[in-house]
């Protein structure tokens, strides 16, 4: 379930659909399907309405991501190990960009930097991440060449890809491997693994929440565990300089993603084994 707020792309770039709509779009991942379905939001009641027609996508669509603008929209399809990519127009439907581009096998749903420079992508059965340059104004992506270049290697399963604020690092969680690889991103959205990548974590690490406060933080859900990890990030090369006092916490059962309030003073976990919230 991917939501989009009014003022959808159009070739230009510019304008919007009726003020203070929104909406809604859902991976139909179940076998035969493979779509995406599309649906208007009504500004004062809520209710879903139809934007069209479900577009085609590969095979086991993934959640749809937009891009910062709101203008671009990709799903990673984890059965047919490519991306398709969509421009939303003034009504919220999706128009294709053409052929499905390949990445590695059982990708998960990709990351845009906050900058909208790149688009990162966990290939959980190829062990690696696929990296993309991104043309904000056509909605194009060129994979990151170079030696190394795109994928580069993770930990075993890795499942998502987390960006900093500023853009300068990248951490991807490895289900299985029970670690974290770590990136900085150099010019052209090159990858150099991080002193201590892989960065070992609780048992079954979910997504990272970063935190920016005076030094840098990051947070890691260990599901396997019952436990969140926090460590301060080295902001010269995106590496660590060591857990946070009294990490890893104690949390609930199964706990599967952080979240921090807007204040930045509490951090909210939420615990899917035990039904209920940390804080």
Same mark, same amino acid.
């Given at each position: ?17 009726a003020?203070?709509? &929104? ?34 996508? &590969? ?38 960009l ?18 909208n420079?790149?688009?990162?992508v ?33 930990g ?7 960006v ?22 150099n010019?052209?959205g090159?990858?150099?693994a ?19 406060y005076?030094?840098l ?9 019952g ?5 301060e ?8 300089? &060591?857990?946070?006092? &009294? ?24 615990n ?8």
């Amino acid at each position: 379930l991917s939501c989009s707020s009014s003022g959808g792309g159009s070739g230009g770039g510019g304008g919007g659909s009726a003020l203070g709509t &929104g909406f809604v779009y859902v991976a139909n991942s179940g076998s035969g399907s493979n779509t995406i379905s599309m649906f208007r939001v009504a500004p004062d009641t809520g209710v879903l309405g139809s934007a069209g027609a479900p577009v085609a996508a &590969g095979t086991q669509p993934q959640r749809l991501v937009l891009d910062i603008t709101g203008q671009f929209a990709f799903t990673a399809n984890g059965g047919s190990g490519n991306l398709s990519g969509y421009l939303i127009d003034l009504s919220g439907a999706l128009l294709s960009l053409g052929p499905a581009i390949a990445v590695g096998t059982a990708p998960k749903p990709p990351t845009f930097d906050p900058l909208n420079r790149y688009l990162f992508v966990p290939n959980s059965g190829s062990d690696s991440l696929s990296v993309f340059t991104f043309n904000a104004s056509s909605g194009g992506l060129i994979e990151v060449a170079g030696s190394p270049g795109s994928p580069f290697p993770t930990g075993d399963n890795p499942q998502s890809a987390s960006v900093d604020a500023q853009g300068r690092f990248v951490w991807v969680n490895n289900l299985t491997a029970g670690t974290v690889s770590m990136f900085f991103v150099n010019a052209g959205g090159v990858l150099t693994a991080a002193p201590g990548s892989p960065l070992p974590t609780g048992a079954a690490p979910q997504r990272v929440t970063f935190r920016q406060y005076a030094k840098l933080f990051a947070f890691v859900a260990n599901a396997g565990s019952g436990t969140v990890s926090v460590y301060e990030v080295n902001q010269t090369n995106g590496g660590v300089v &060591g857990p946070a006092p &009294g990490s890893p916490f104690f949390a609930g059962t199964t706990p599967s993603a952080v979240t921090i309030d807007p204040s930045g003073q509490f951090a909210l976990v939420a615990n899917t084994g035990s039904d209920n919230i940390s804080v």
